[in-house]
């Protein structure tokens, strides 16, 4: 299976912070077809996970433009430019390129 | 898009249990679906997976006790959960489509006598 390992752990950020997550994956994530099934999502305190990102950089609908994924490969990134309060949780990657499908240990953010 | 998840509850190890996944504002059959789940305090762990064709796909953990299928007639997803252990106490999620685009709210089990 693939292993998507996460970092950091954690991460406490102040409200207007710029932040990163990283995802790094024991394999390559290209998809045959040409596609990187690579995803974000966010869990808040209490719900389900929600999608914020897919197949790398693009944003679900809805989703505020502050956040933001890059990488290729087995290299990612998730950025928020400009944390808010609505944004604390634990954040996941995932991906769908192999099966089954895999997710990293989540990062936690805090707010400051 | 809604899923709504129910079935869930308190069982014996051993025992079996039935979760049902009611989808809504799509059209179900359209769409591959996951079951996800989520020990306390823990992470996410892909549980199966079914396609639109009704091809199906298990995680090793439960490959043998759980049974994931479909009734489009009716919108629904189903998770047959046989020979249950404590460790399969979790909130179990539905999901839609192979990236996970949407997701429900949540069913919880707890297996424990």
């Known amino acids: 299976d693939v292993v998507l390992t996460q970092t950091p752990p954690t991460l406490s950020a102040t409200i207007g912070q710029s932040v990163s997550i990283s995802c790094r994956s024991s394999?390559?994530?290209?998809?045959?077809?040409?596609?990187?099934?690579l995803n974000w999502l966010l869990q808040r305190p209490g719900h389900s996970p929600q999608l914020l990102i897919y197949s790398v950089s693009n944003l679900e609908s809805g989703v505020p433009n502050r956040f933001s994924g890059s990488g290729s490969e087995t290299d990612f990134t998730l950025q928020i430019s400009g944390v808010g309060a609505e944004d604390l949780g634990v954040y996941y990657c995932?991906?769908?390129?192999?099966?089954?499908?895999?997710f990293g240990s989540g990062t936690k953010l805090e707010i400051k | 898009v809604q899923l709504v998840e129910s079935g869930g509850g308190l069982v014996q190890p051993g025992k079996s249990l039935k979760l049902s996944c009611s989808a809504s504002?799509?059209?179900?059959?359209?769409?591959?679906m996951h079951w996800i789940r989520q020990a306390p305090g823990k992470g996410l762990d892909w549980v199966a997976y079914i396609s639109s064709s009704s091809g199906t796909v298990y995680a090793d953990a439960v490959k043998g006790r759980f049974t994931i299928s479909r009734d489009n007639t009716k919108s629904t997803l189903y998770l047959q959960l046989n020979s249950l252990k404590s460790e399969d106490t979790a909130i179990y999620y539905c999901?839609?489509?192979?990236?996970?685009?949407?997701w429900g709210q949540g069913v919880m089990v707890t297996v424990s006598s």
């Open positions: 999901a839609r489509s192979v990236t996970t685009d949407y």
């Open positions: 995932m991906q769908a390129t192999h099966a089954p499908l895999t």
């Open positions: 504002g799509f059209t179900f059959s359209s769409y591959d």
């Open positions: 394999q390559s994530l290209l998809d045959s077809d040409g596609d990187t099934y």
